[in-house]
């Protein structure tokens, strides 16, 4: 009786730590990206939630709460908010101008429910009177407090065994979905596993997460003893379908889904017997079912592991419905590079290929249309530089006054179309130029906002509905990039934490984490996942080596607590952490409000090029500013910082993650890759606290980076130094006025003895 | 170590150019460039405010130098990032616009290059050369078309005065009496011209002059010239347009140069002029305080062309050596500027030049603007010739640095393409939307902006004392829509062009607009439309309106010019024949009943003179007769010319000098233009830098006028045509009845 209570309880943890989504209600703000309230105007207006459900659970049941406030003016009887899941109505909410406020409760039954995005619509058609109502009057409005309004969803996992094909649902960023792993290998692994192959596989898992957290512990897996019956729940007596076969046999610390990484012949003990039998190559197998799962990534030697992880970053999840897979080597280019990771100077690219394909948009009322353009991190031009857009679009007849097409790049307007033509018209490679300085690096959003509005009718409440109203974009659009390269200026937090660079696709050959021993190899792999997730591509060369090193070569980050850093890798640099602190005046008082290149103003920008920046806020203070010396504590703070490396043979950042000891700098790190604090690095010093505020600043002296192109290189050094310019002009100017000064005098000299 | 020393600077010089482009070629972004920009324009400033007298070397070089860096800064950036367009039509504007840019920047390189250390030659007077040193003969020769026997007469007894040593013959070469005229087919023709042969001979006669003439009137003036070098036999030539008074001591300061060295070919003056010039007169009205039109040239470019041996003969107001001119052919060539041509073929064969920067000729600007493009258009005609014919470019014979004067004086009559493109390029991107020019306002600031302050600091450093800022933009647009069809008939047939003599001495009885001005009426509106695209593509084309705003100020400098321009051309009344000089000197009047009276004298003509009264002094009555008493330190005594009172105004009397002894003439013209240093006080007195500010408040004040004139003169003119034609319908009413 104490071993089924028992056994009971076990599940009951385990299901538990396997859907986290289903333990509280989720606020709906969390699937849209617009701040603040829905504010639903107009006699009819809809919005589009999508909620991603993992592929490897199912929904039992859900329940939508509905915060809302509607206007006074509207007519009871005509106005209605409707909820509709999938395109089938659930519910009709009449919108009482008597009780404007209100809250609705609305069930989502479970078989409308499917896998992947599901549309969550929320509508309102509303009225403020019967006859010759204007539909776009003030009065017309309805507001969604998307906070207060949540989905509480109870989730159910797939009782099948886990395929490689359901590590996408695992891992999926909705419903369902994990947000931590652990990561095992075996006890005296081989070292290569632990520093190459595991930052591999986290990148691989992080990646399937899009851009959500995945926390990442790791632990070596201890063989327990063979028991006929388990002292303890344990999840073989829970899950295993054959009792004398368990699916593992090693304590997995409550974790709901684990990686168990290593060669064939170190995972072997811990396996069951003949479970690695027969793989002679880089391998992957997944197992487990209802929530829990394992991951093995093996093969006969450390580098088919590695292999085996790398490939886990490769593969198609939907296009392996096995349990194993066993990978035979790359055809091709060695390294293949995700097609459309980042544009090209120079290239054209269709829309399509941008993932934007044709859209038609039909009726009237505003529509819209987002092509993202992800250019390079170290993406470098001239400022006259032009980009091009080529646009195949076209519209039907019966357009009203109103029906316009404006777009927009980052927010900033560039072009607008009135769309007049009686009988519509269409447009084939219609040329539009664009600064490069509209251009920022990494993701750019441009949108094409479409209003149609029917005619204007003539008469009392004549109105046309205009259903006929229909503009097309063509994916057959294209984007050129302007001409450039590859150069930047480093450090830049805010680059790093936008594209990974420099640590991926920053030419690097590898980079490496630092770390002072196993306990934060788990924080490094989370670190990595993430940077990875900036990049969106995963860092082919990743190392977490443990100790630090008294010289750090290349591009590398150090975490490690303060206590055990030292000031020689931080070189002569003006911020130095450990026993005792270094910070340069200038950040001190910095700290109080982040300050970047890009938030200064041009004419900032002169007087910092001519020296004349008064303030500490904008001008980096150089490597030998002053600085205070301070011991203490660093508390509950967090801390990164970029700098030039001392000891690498090339211009390189090194990145020192710290915080006041392990533990804290643990957390740090998992509230570094939440997105609240992602977002808002910047700099080269980045502050941060438990509640997430983050203070950064720019304080060292720049370094420039740049691929292959000294003449880029030369302009971006030249930018940042025009005095070294002036220097040279100073010199050549002397050259050629003493020259020239001895030539003219012996020319008046010879006139003068002439006459 | 003799080698080593010579070679260095040439080494020094040739490395840091080197360098010096390559520093202009190496990019840099907009912010570091405006730094690097604001940094030399700084030193540029430093360099130039000490450079008002020309003589430090240093400092010229180095605002030079500067201002090629950020000019050659500018023209890479150009050259590198901004020629791209859409289209083919486009893509031909960017280009177009930037071949002028070159163009103007060459001709900027080049005139710093010529006028880096402009020569200033010492004094020399034959008085003070040897007794051992022969006195060369002279043939003073004054060549004639169409000129009033008057002007001539003050000429020839101006050139018969000059004090000289040796002998000295004064020929009047008449081309209005030839044989061909005399027996013109046009009886009429031909009576006047042997009237005019009459006339003259018998004022040569009376003079003491010599008249020739010829059988047919070939190869214009030069032909005119080279016939009389074969009826004569001097050892130098002077020659003296018609208009074109000398100094008593002319023969004196310019010939020793030649008598001391065989190998000088030509000295030249400057041609001084003792009226203004058509857009002095009608617009800016500053004739005495603002340097001449043609100031710049004769005091700072002819200078500097000197200083590289490559200052040329300029058609009048030099002594010439016959031999060398007879070695080259004469004076007739291939060009219609048949001066600048004999002497490029003189210096071409090793011979040297000089030019004496003393105003020792008064001679007289085109009194209209007709006559004033017909002249401007014979000299681009005639340096194109040159540019196309003659090459100095690759003329054997020439050094480097003359080629380089020769290509500067040449090249710079090439302006009317550029300057048309110049007033043309925004309106092309302001009612065409053509991009003519691709650019971000803080490249623009970065780039464009220093690079014309850069270009104008130093030609206001080089030329501010003699050109007035806005005012060579005035003049070439004044000229460019005709001279640019002149030189492109150059182009498509360079041995067409022939010889069409400036109309001089003109009067004027009306204020009227000139008949050339419809090509600037269209420019007006143009303009204007301009400004009308400009504001709609400013609510149009928000991405672009930075460009926009930019183009647009660029529309209103062109604008304000073209406003200057019309103001030009409204021909004012211009009734006195013989200009007037304002001088500050003093003198008597002798009156028959009053005595000796004290006077200021305040201007002279050559035909009389305005004097102010003391206080204490009665005027004299309209008709009275009086003898001026002056000090004429040219002839070395006091002078005493009989007056007939003309006007009494207030202090100020009116009156013409009683030439009808020839003494009291040959008094008069030796007091009114024979003082050297006359000139050059009213010259010097003009002399002086003018800051844009003030240019510009003084062209913003002329901007009003020309249009309400132009309004007035408009409708005043469309009323008499209504007018004419009503008379016409009613008279033919009248009759039909």
């Known amino acids: 009786m104490t071993r089924v209570l028992a056994l009971l309880l076990g599940l009951v943890t385990l299901v538990a730590a396997a859907l986290p989504a289903a333990a509280e209600p989720l606020p709906l703000s969390r699937f849209t990206a617009q701040p603040g309230p829905l504010r639903l105007t107009d006699a009819e207006k809809t ?198 076969q368990p699916l593992w046999r090693y304590d997995v610390d409550g974790a709901a889904v684990h990686v168990l990484a290593g060669t064939t012949a170190e995972l072997a003990p811990l396996l ?51 349990a194993d897979v066993t990978f035979r080597g790359i055809e091709g280019a060695a390294e293949p590079v995700a097609p459309g990771v980042r544009l090209k100077p120079e290239a054209a690219y269709t829309f399509s290929v941008l993932g934007a394909d044709s859209r038609t ?65 269409a447009f084939r490679d219609y040329r539009i130029s664009l600064p490069a300085s509209l251009l920022q690096r990494g993701d750019n959003t441009l949108e094409f906002a479409v209003s149609l509005r029917p005619p204007l009718s003539v008469g009392e409440c004549a109105s046309v509905k205009g259903r006929h109203l229909m503009a097309q974009m063509q994916g057959s659009s294209t984007f050129r990039m302007p001409e450039g390269g590859s150069a930047t200026v480093l450090p830049d937090l805010g680059l790093f934490s936008a594209s990974g660079y420099p640590y991926v696709g920053g030419g690097e050959p590898g980079s490496t984490i630092y770390i002072p021993d196993e306990g934060l190899r788990g924080s490094a792999l989370t670190l990595i996942g993430k940077i990875a997730q900036a990049a969106n591509v995963p860092g082919t060369a990743w190392r977490v080596e443990t100790g630090i090193p008294e010289t750090v070569p290349g591009c590398a980050i150090v975490l490690a607590p303060a206590s055990d850093l030292t000031s020689e890798i931080f070189g002569p640099w003006s911020v130095a952490l450990g026993k005792v602190d270094r910070w340069p005046y200038p950040s001190l008082q910095a700290l109080r409000q982040a300050s970047t290149d890009d938030a200064r103003s041009v004419a900032r920008r002169v007087m910092d090029l001519l020296g004349l920046a008064r303030d500490a806020e904008a001008a980096p203070a150089a490597a030998a500013a002053p600085s205070l010396r301070q011991e203490g504590s660093l508390g509950p703070l967090g801390v990164m910082t970029a700098f030039a ?68 290189l030369l302009r971006l050094v030249l930018s940042n130094n025009p005095m070294w310019w002036l220097g040279a002009a100073g010199a050549v100017l002397v050259l050629i006025v003493v020259s020239a000064s001895v030539l003219l005098r012996r020319r008046a000299k010879r006139l003068a003895e002439e006459e | 170590m003799t080698f080593a020393r010579r070679s260095l600077p040439v080494a020094g010089l040739v490395l840091g150019l080197a360098t010096l482009l390559a520093l202009a070629a190496l990019p840099m972004d907009s912010a570091a460039q405006m730094v690097a920009a604001v940094v030399l324009l700084g030193g540029l400033w430093i360099a130039v405010s000490p450079t008002d007298d020309e003589h430090h070397h240093t400092a010229r070089l180095i605002f030079i130098v500067i201002g090629v860096l950020i000019s050659l800064r500018y023209l890479f950036w150009r050259g590198s990032y901004t020629l791209y367009a859409a289209d083919w039509i486009s893509l031909i504007s960017v280009y177009t616009l930037f071949i002028a840019e070159l163009y103007s920047f060459a001709i900027h390189a080049l005139g710093t290059f010529v006028n880096v250390r402009p020569l200033d030659r010492p004094d020399l007077s034959m008085r003070a050369e040897p007794a051992d040193v022969p006195r060369p003969s002279v043939d003073v020769m004054v060549p004639s078309y169409n000129e009033e026997p008057e002007l001539l007469e003050i000429t020839l007894r101006a050139a018969r005065q000059m004090r000289y040593e040796g002998k000295v013959t004064v020929c009047l070469l008449d081309d209005g009496g030839t044989d061909q005229k005399v027996n013109d087919p046009d009886p009429a023709k031909a009576a006047a011209a042997l009237e005019r042969r009459h006339e003259l001979m018998a004022l040569a006669e009376r003079l003491g002059c010599r008249y020739i003439t010829r059988a047919r009137n070939e190869h214009a003036k030069a032909g005119n010239l080279n016939h009389a070098l074969t009826v004569t036999d001097s050892d130098l030539v002077v020659i003296l347009d018609a208009d074109h008074v000398p100094t008593l001591d002319f023969l004196d300061r310019t010939v020793p140069w030649l008598a001391r060295h065989p190998d000088v070919f030509l000295v030249q003056t400057p041609h001084f002029m003792i009226n203004p010039d058509p857009i002095d007169r009608n617009l800016l009205q500053s004739f005495s305080r603002m340097p001449a039109e043609n100031d710049m040239f004769y005091m700072t470019i002819q200078r500097g062309l000197d200083f590289w041996s490559a200052s ?81 470019f690759m003329r054997p014979g020439l050094t480097w640095y003359q080629r380089v004067g020769y290509m500067s004086s040449v090249l710079f009559w090439l302006f009317p393409f550029a300057r048309i493109i110049f007033l043309t ?95 600037f009426y269209v420019l007006f509106w143009l303009a204007m439309l301009g400004f009308a695209g400009g504001v709609w593509r400013m609510t149009e084309y928000p991405l672009s309106r930075e460009l926009t705003l930019v183009v647009l100020l660029w529309n209103i400098f062109n604008f304000i010019t073209i406003l200057a321009a019309l103001g030009a051309l409204l021909e004012r009344r211009q009734r006195r024949a013989a200009p007037r000089m304002p001088v500050r000197e003093q003198g008597e009047l002798l009156l028959p009943d009053s005595g000796r009276m004290p006077v200021d004298i305040t201007d002279l003509s050559a035909g009389g003179v305005r004097v102010r009264l003391p206080g204490d002094w009665t005027a004299p009555a309209v008709g009275a007769t009086a003898t001026l008493s002056a000090p004429a330190p040219a002839l070395g005594r006091r002078v005493e010319l009989p007056l007939v009172v003309r006007s009494v105004s207030g202090r100020a009397v009116g009156a013409a000098f009683d030439l009808s002894t020839e003494r009291a003439a040959d008094d008069a013209v030796a007091y009114v233009f024979g003082d050297r240093a006359r000139w050059q006080y009213f010259q010097d007195r003009r002399l002086r830098k003018m800051p844009v500010s003030a240019s510009l408040k003084l062209f913003f004040t002329l901007m009003g006028a020309p249009v309400r004139q132009h309004v007035r003169l408009g409708f005043a003119g469309a009323l008499r045509a209504t007018r004419a034609r009503l008379a016409i319908v009613f008279a033919t009413k009248d009759v039909a009845s």
């Not at chain 1, 899009?210 to 899950?239: C, H, K, M, N």
């Not at chain 1, 080529?390 to 404006?406: C, E, K, T, V």
């Open chain 1, 361 to 425: 948009f039909s009726g009237m009322g505003s529509h819209g249309m987002i092509v993202t353009l992800p250019v390079p991190p170290d993406f470098y031009t001239y400022e006259g530089a032009q980009a091009e857009l080529l646009l195949d679009f076209g519209y039907g007849a019966g357009m009203g006054p109103g029906s316009i097409m404006n777009i927009m790049l980052n927010g900033e307007f560039i072009h607008g179309v009135v769309l007049n033509q009686p009988n519509g018209t």
């Open chain 1, 47 to 244: 919005l589009d939630l999508f909620v991603p459900v993992a592929s490897t659970v199912s929904v039992t049941d859900a329940i939508l709460s509905l915060d809302y406030l509607n206007s006074r003016a509207l007519l009871a009887e005509r106005s209605v908010l409707s909820v509709r899941l999938n395109e089938a109505t659930l519910a009709q909410i009449p919108l009482d101008p008597a009780q404007p406020q209100g809250t609705a409760r609305v069930r989502l039954p479970a078989d409308l429910w499917r896998a992947g995005f599901n549309r969550l619509t929320l509508s309102v058609v509303q009225h403020y009177t019967d006859r010759c109502e204007d539909p776009e009057a003030p009065e017309l409005w309805t507001e969604i407090d998307l906070v207060d309004s949540t989905l509480d969803a109870t989730l159910d996992p797939q009782d099948d065994p886990y395929r490689i094909a359901d590590l996408s649902g695992l891992f999926s960023p909705g419903l369902g979905g994990t947000d931590a792993v652990l990561m095992l290998t075996a006890p005296a692994a081989d070292p290569a596993v632990t520093e190459r192959a595991l930052p591999q596989v986290a990148q691989a898992l992080a990646l399937r997460r899009d851009y959500a957290p995945l926390s990442i512990s790791t632990g070596t897996a201890q063989p327990r003893p063979q028991t006929a019956e388990p002292a303890a729940p344990s999840p073989e007596a829970v899950f295993g379908e054959q009792p004398d």
């Open chain 1, 272 to 322: 069951a017997d003949g479970r690695l039998d027969g793989i002679d190559g880089p391998h992957l197998a997944v197992d487990g079912s209802g929530g829990v799962a394992r991951l093995i990534v093996t093969g006969p030697t450390p580098d088919d592991v590695i292999a085996a992880a790398r490939d886990l970053g490769r593969i198609q999840d939907v296009l392996n419905p096995a």
């Open chain 2, 425 to 519: 390029a925004p309106l092309a991107y302001l009612i065409f939307g053509l991009e003519v020019y691709n650019a971000s306002v803080m490249e623009i600031l970065a780039y464009t902006v220093p690079h014309v302050i850069a270009t104008y600091m130093v030609s206001t450093a080089l030329f501010g004392r003699t050109r007035w800022p806005l005012i060579s933009e005035v003049y070439e647009i004044m000229q460019c829509l005709f001279s640019l069809l002149a030189v492109l008939k150059v182009f498509a047939r360079p041995r067409a062009p022939s010889f069409v003599v400036t109309p001089k001495g003109e009067t004027l009885d009306d204020t009227f607009i000139s008949p050339l001005s419809r090509p």
């Open chain 2, 312 to 392: 040329f003969f300029c058609g009048s107001a030099a002594v010439i050596r016959r031999k060398h001119l007879e070695e080259v052919g004469g004076l007739a060539g291939e060009s219609i500027t048949e001066d600048a041509e004999a002497a490029l073929e003189m210096h071409s064969r090793g011979y040297r030049s000089v030019y004496l920067d003393e105003p020792m000729v008064a001679g007289l600007a085109p009194e209209s603007f007709t006559g004033f493009v017909v002249q401007r258009m014979r000299w681009a005609q005639g340096m194109t010739q040159i540019l196309l014919l003659k090459r100095p």
């Open chain 1, 645 to 712: 490396n001392p000891w690498s043979e090339t211009p390189r950042p090194l990145t020192v993650i710290s915080a006041d000891d392990a533990a804290t700098l643990a957390a740090r790190v998992e509230d570094l890759t939440a997105p609240a604090v992602w977002g808002q690095l910047q700099g080269d010093l980045a502050v941060w606290t438990p509640e997430e505020d983050v203070h950064a600043v720019t304080v060292s002296e720049p370094i420039f980076v740049a691929e292959d192109d000294p003449w880029l």
